[in-house]
């Protein structure tokens, strides 16, 4: 369990989260709310990307930085931008000892580009090598920062399926997404911030009456329906 209390930041003499007490477990979370909520501000400071005060605790123990990128894999909106090696198998290996990178890259059906740049890769899988990669080492927390965008419909299944195997794992998995209609389904909790305060958390009926107000559309299944909103 991942616990967040009275954690709040600043950016340019501007509050922009404010005393968010949030708790992180197992299962699927879904972090929704309108742009400039705060949600991926929310997830750099549970890396250490940003300077925040308040406290947090990562299964019990003090948060720092080298805890935090050590229990946290995390894929970014823009795969790009997470790129370091040379190749698809120096990228999954890249300061990993011990890994099977063969056996991730198969995983994940990348083996046949091991040798390949990552920049020369097709956007869907640059996406399933950031996965790989934020996966390698089975962190017992994973953060997909919009991993659904531009993705075919295979592409989001696939994604879909790696979410569901994490989780079954026991793996925390934290997904901040605009579109709910394609996992709603799967989700054990939902967090809706607004304008950088926790507007409400629980489970998909509990917070359903909210999505509106958090600036969050609501998938046209209804409250009763949620179950059919998967792309699986």
């Known amino acids: 369990m991942i616990l967040i209390r009275s954690l709040s930041l600043v950016k340019a003499g501007h509050r922009v989260l404010h005393d968010i007490d949030l708790d ?8 929704a709310g309108a742009n400039g909520a705060g949600k991926t501000l929310l997830t750099r400071c549970l890396l250490g990307l940003e300077d925040f005060t308040g406290s947090i ?5 003090s948060w720092n930085r080298d805890r935090a990128r050590q229990s946290i894999g995390y894929v970014i909106q823009d795969p790009q931008r997470h790129f370091l090696g040379l190749s698809c198998a120096e990228e999954v290996g890249f300061g990993r000892r011990g890994v099977d990178v063969s056996g991730v890259l198969r995983r994940f059906g990348l083996e046949p580009y091991a040798e390949v740049p990552p920049l020369l890769l097709s956007g869907g899988e640059q996406r399933r090598l950031a996965l790989a990669t934020a996966t390698a080492l089975n962190p017992p ?11 075919d ?19 925390g998995v934290l997904v901040i997404t605009h579109d709910l209609e394609k996992c709603l389904a799967h989700a054990d909790r939902v967090v809706l911030l ?11 009926s509990e917070v359903w009456s909210k999505f509106d107000a958090a600036g969050v559309h609501p998938p046209g299944a209804g409250p009763d329906g949620y ?6």
Not at 57 to 61: E, F, L, S
Not at 145 to 150: G, K, Q, S
Not at 153 to 164: Q, S
Not at 194 to 204: C, F, L, N, R
């Open 24 to 31: 992180w477990g197992g299962g699927i979370t879904l972090l």
């Open 57 to 61: 605790t990562i299964d019990g123990a």
């Open 141 to 151: 927390y994973l953060i997909l920062d919009e991993p659904f965008n531009a993705l």
């Open 153 to 171: 419909r295979d592409g989001v299944r696939e994604t879909l399926r790696v979410m569901l195997e994490r989780s079954r794992a026991g793996t």
């Open 194 to 204: 607004q304008q950088g305060t926790v507007m409400a958390a629980g489970t998909v």
């Open 227 to 232: 179950s059919t909103c998967t792309w699986l």
